[in-house]
Structures are given as C-alpha cells and as structure tokens.
C-alpha cells in the first residue's frame, strides 16, 4: 500500500490492484478491460489484477498513455514476481516501476 500510495502522491497515477481466484472464464485482457472500463479507470491509471488459482495476470493502462508505456516496461519485471508467488512484490515492483 505504501508503495502505491507513493506512486499516486508523487507522479498522479493511481494503481489497483486486484486478486481474484479466477478470472470465470475470461481471458486476462477481457477480464482487465472489463473491468476497466466498468471501473471508469482513466488515461492516469493502472490496474494489476491477479487470478491466483488460474496462475494468470492483467496488468494494463489505457492505450497510448504515458502509463501505459510504463506498464509495458515493467510488466517483465511484475510477471517475474508473480512467478514467485510474491504477491506483495508484484505489486509493489508495479508501483516502483510505474513510479520511476
């Protein structure tokens, strides 16, 4: 929390993330941009969202976005993480990543 709370102090982002057991069918991408969308997420937002038992994840910011540029830089970085089960890590490396 401390991370993404930096995040959106420092830089305006706002981060949410999200754990689920499964993302009930849905691809990563279709569950994301749903959910996004649905959410009313905007040009200066992120979503990390996590279907633990489907061992799959969205990390994901509006098209042609600053943000999204970051995402993109740091989604490596998040999935390594998250290949660890480090949950908390994986949230705060999307946090200090977008950050930076």
Known sequence: QEAVDRL???????L??????????LTENEW???TAELSGLGSADALLAVAVEDRSFFFGAQ?????QAAVVAAND????????????GAATTAAEELRA
């Open 8 to 14: 959106a102090s420092e830089t305006g982002t706002d």
């Open 16 to 25: 949410y993330v999200v754990f689920v057991d499964t993302f009930s069918g």
């Open 32 to 34: 994301g941009n749903q």
């Open 63 to 67: 098209d042609g976005t600053p943000v």
């Open 77 to 88: 970085d998040v999935r390594a993480r998250l290949g660890q089960d480090d949950w908390a």
